[in-house]
């Protein structure tokens, strides 16, 4: 199996590399309007939006940030494929303008805009990012009537274009199987709120990482893994750090990233090359919580009914059979922006022990697998 990622320096109002309907899956966080970090980033596309903040002006600013960010989702809607899905990482912001303070609420304009270009709004999931800040409640501390509740929490909205996707032919069925995610994996992933909290930022340099406001590998990791299939494109308009291209690679999907900023071309380039291998530890880490899964569950409940086609270790459902998980072989550039990556099946891991206190010695084994990673 391989894969291609394609990293494009370019405006991503314009996704003219792109042909319509070539895209199964958007994974996203655009530049947050109203938050000061990205006013320079707006201001560039549109020079009115600083001249709006300067005069404090704040409707217009924050409408013209999002007319920018609309023309993406426009382009999100030509290029995606019917039936596949779009989930975009936003957060609302919070500002003083004119002495007011006012919530802009970033997820819901976002939300409107979709739903009249065409797309299926669905269930969104709320990021909860717990804050220990000391500063982190605002107003007018314990008096009453001034005081501000604290936003701990970033949205996940979840888009369809067009009806639910079909996998028509055996092979796709298979490829389908093949991709599923565990039983257990599914209860936590499928819920509507999402804790990362105590994860560790574990890639790359963090002041490169807080600059450019970059997600958690988690984050993209999961919803490729929910919402695509091997083999698949995976497309993020707002690469930053590329992020999104490293978990498509972990997860054996194709991808396509655009970033308006050209600087970034070397981070991403140099994130990939020290990462590419560690990148297996996130699924030997699944398989590891899964074996651990299916020893407590036997031992409360009774044994599990089926077993994986591949790994030979006990599963809950008949879905579950045919699951395979990817880990990367090579990452070779083919051509400037250009990635080609092979891939270890099953076999990588072949003789996986299936017993709780073996698999553990064995996984450890594997060097840098990070006890502490939560997937
Ligand atoms: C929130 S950051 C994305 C961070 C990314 N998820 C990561 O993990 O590194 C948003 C990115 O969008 C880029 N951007 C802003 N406007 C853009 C546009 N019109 N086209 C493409 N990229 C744009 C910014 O330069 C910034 O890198």
Known sequence: METRHKFIFKDARRLSHLDNESIDLVVTSPPYPMIEMWDGVFARQNPRIAQFLEEGDYLNAFEAMHSILDDVWQELFRVMKNGAFACINIGDATRTINNRFQLFANHSRIQKKCFELGFDVLPLILWRKQTNAPNKFMGSGMLPAGA????????????????????????????????????EERNSWFSDVWDFKGIRQEMNDKELRD???????????????????????????????????????????????????????????????????NLNNYNLQRLKKHIIFTEEYAKEKGPLKYTNNYFGFPVMTRQEKDLMLVFVKNVEEIENGILKVSYFEHDYVKNLPINKDAALEHLELKRGVQQSLVI
């Open 148 to 183: 501000y509740v604290t936003l701990e929490h970033e949205y996940i909205l979840i888009f369809r274009k067009g009806k639910k996707r079909i996998f028509a032919s055996p092979e796709e069925k298979l490829n389908r199987r093949r991709s599923s995610f565990f039983w």
């Open 211 to 277: 600059r450019s406001a970059a997600f958690p590998f988690l984050l993209p990791f999961r919803l490729i893994n929910m919402y695509s299939v091997f083999g698949d494109t995976v497309l993020d308009p707002f690469l930053g750090t590329g992020t999104t291209a490293l978990a498509a690679i972990a997860a054996g999907r194709n991808s396509v990233g655009y970033e308006i900023d050209e600087s970034f071309a070397v981070h991403v380039k140099k994130m990939i090359e020290k990462e590419k291998f």
